[in-house]
């Protein structure tokens, strides 16, 4: 195992009594290529963020309109609304244990996720977590905005008589709907470009704000209805045995996967965070109480929305859409534009940014690499990843999550059982320090991502549909037969053998730069 205490003269780093540490601003190698001003070291009189912050920010994370719908999709594959919130309830209990693992390191050192990313991949080879992060992240950002502008398009199409949706069409869809689309890009950008501290405020806000919107979404529906309908007690297709089985772990992989990327690069925003306490009883209390919470309110609505219009309506545009009141659909608006706009550029343009911007320091800073976010947020077709839910939660969220929990194993192997949370931060950004490995690559991590990655979704298989046909674009006996039984562990699969291989390999050994 690694030293405990930094060692090593002159001393570069001090640590506060409450723990955190901070890098001497002598020490701070701006010269290096591996250096830039968003990757610093945030200094501790700049780590402000509250308990209330980092509550807010999941809060306003968690209410948007796929998380909304993540019941529905489980619905649809036969659950009854108390097998689907279970299910979200659980996945997210467990996600937050990773979550809050990686988030240590952010008050601790005040570095983003990529640079701690350089202590176990070599500042080099983080660039591999790092991009296939931003990839992630890219993909999500594309699938908030096409669903934001899709909103927009909806209620603003409703507002003007249905004239948008009859208007020319543009690619199989009506132009005003592109055009929404492009123009909610636009504001997104817009928004990031005025930095993290802006972003702060803004989520601070915009938590309480969608939930009263979604709040008042059910009391208007429950005024409407005189009860909550039969949605309630319908029965699992699935029941709770062999049939139950099969759907719920996939699913439940596909459910951690929803915030599997978060788990990654939530040292992003707890590097601002006032202390540990800050940011594990924010992070505790706006992530699963949250999401579960928002899952009932779901069911809910859509209960309701059997009674008053003969069908269940789970997204909850097209229900808003349903008012003829001009004032209701404006608000619907106001509140759709929000929350998707708090959790897009928090989970999807932060990250990436960042993560970019490790690729070359000197050439992309944190704007730069949110623009690029955004272009390829538009050049991976959104519109497609979220076509069906077989799609949406075993394709892209369970080999998505599978991914993500191999290098978020690796992660909480290498900081809290090999480092035991003991980083050099001048070396994170130094050339031939001890995170320089062999020539800035870490071959044992590499080792343990490819093995990991392998077996989460080596045996990636599609369904078969009620008509014969498959239901993905991955063969029906699995890319590799014989991990089959695995992919629908995924996530799981993934962490536990990176995180296992990675201890093995590097058991026992000292840094070369250890003095």
């Not at 992530?287 to 008053?308: N, Q």
Request: net charge neutral; hydrophobic share 50%.
């Amino acid at each position: 195992m690694t030293e405990t205490v930094p060692t090593g003269s002159p001393i570069s780093q001090f640590a506060g009594a409450d723990g955190r540490i901070e890098l001497a601003p002598e020490a701070y190698p701006a010269d290096s290529p591996f250096a830039n001003e968003d990757l610093r070291p945030v200094p501790v009189a700049e780590r402000k963020w509250t308990t209330y912050n980092f509550a807010a920010l999941w809060i306003s994370m968690a209410h948007c309109i796929p998380s909304w719908t993540l019941a529905s999709g489980l619905v649809a594959l036969g659950m009854d609304w108390k097998q689907a919130v279970f299910t979200i309830a659980l996945a997210n209990i467990i996600v937050l244990l990773p979550m809050l693992a990686t988030g240590h390191a952010g008050p601790k050192y005040g570095i983003p996720f990529p640079v701690l990313a350089r202590a176990s991949f070599g500042l080099r080879g983080a660039n591999i977590p790092a991009l296939i992060r931003a990839a992630v992240a890219c993909g999500w950002f594309g699938i908030q905005t096409w669903i934001g502008g899709s909103g927009i398009f909806a209620l603003g199409s409703k507002l003007t008589g249905g004239g948008w949706e009859n208007a020319a069409k543009v690619a199989g869809n009506p132009w005003p709907l592109w055009l929404c689309f492009l123009l909610f890009w636009a504001l997104q950008i817009a928004i990031i470009y005025r930095g993290m501290d802006f972003l702060r405020h803004f989520e601070n806000w915009a938590a309480p704000f969608v939930i009263v919107g979604a709040l008042v979404l059910l009391i208007w529906i429950a005024v409407k209805a005189d009860g909550f309908g039969a949605l309630l007690d319908q029965p699992s297709k699935l029941g709770w045995g062999p049939d139950f089985w099969p759907v719920f772990f996939p699913s439940l992989m596909g459910m951690i996967g929803f915030w599997a990327t978060l788990s990654l690069n939530i040292p992003d925003f707890t590097r601002f965070g006032a202390s540990q306490k800050a940011q594990t009883w924010g992070q505790a209390l706006g992530l699963p109480t949250t999401m579960t919470l928002f899952a009932v309110l779901a069911v809910l609505v859509t209960s309701g929305s059997e009674v008053v219009y003969g069908e269940a309506i789970w997204d909850p545009v097209a229900l808003a859409a349903k008012t003829d009141n001009a004032f209701g659909l404006l608000f619907a608006l106001i509140i759709v534009l929000v929350a998707t706009i708090s959790v897009n550029i928090a989970a999807n343009v932060v990250s990436p940014a960042y993560d970019l911007a490790n690729l070359a320091p000197k050439l992309i800073n944190f704007r730069t690499g949110a623009l690029i976010t955004g272009v390829v947020g538009i050049l991976i077709f959104p519109w497609k990843l979220i076509s069906t839910p077989e799609f949406y939660i075993f394709t892209w969220l369970g080999v998505v999550g599978g991914l993500l929990g191999t290098v978020a194993g690796i992660l909480i192997a290498d900081y809290w059982i090999v480092r035991r949370t003991v980083l050099h931060l001048a070396d994170l950004y130094t050339p031939g320090g001890r995170y320089w490995y062999s020539s800035g690559w870490n071959w044992r991590a590499i080792v343990a991502f490819l093995v990991g990655g392998v077996l989460a979704v080596g045996g990636s298989y599609s369904g078969v549909g009620a008509d014969g046909t498959k239901t993905g674009p991955f063969p029906t006996d699995g890319l590799i037969p014989f991990l089959k039984p695995l992919a629908d562990y995924g996530w799981a699969v993934g962490l536990g053998a990176s995180l296992l291989l990675y201890v093995v390999l590097m058991g026992g050994r000292k840094e070369r730069a250890e003095a």
